[in-house]
């Protein structure tokens, strides 16, 4: 059916973006930032209109990855 499919093409786009945010900053890292994601945002990814799930999530680890350095910093 149709929404097994988009389903399915849910669970690639977010196992390719986390790759990417694993390949770029550690497992870790991606761990923590993927925790801090709260089902709110996850949502809010998922129902955008997005044309590119993968760059919307790589563009959130990115961001949090961002966020979690500067909060250790200070």
């Known amino acids: ?9 849910c669970i690639r786009d977010s ?3 986390i790759n ?4 770029e900053y550690g ?12 089902a709110t945002e996850k949502l809010r990814i998922e129902a955008a209109k997005c044309e590119d ?11 949090r990855v961002i966020e979690m350095r500067n909060a250790q910093q200070q």
């Open 20 to 23: 990417y945010g694993i390949s």
């Open 15 to 17: 196992i390719k973006a």
């Open 27 to 38: 497992f870790a890292t991606v761990c923590d930032v993927l925790n801090s994601i709260e």
């Open 53 to 63: 799930k993968i760059s919307c999530i790589q563009h959130l680890i990115i961001e």
């Open 1 to 9: 059916s149709t929404s097994r499919r988009q389903r399915q093409m």
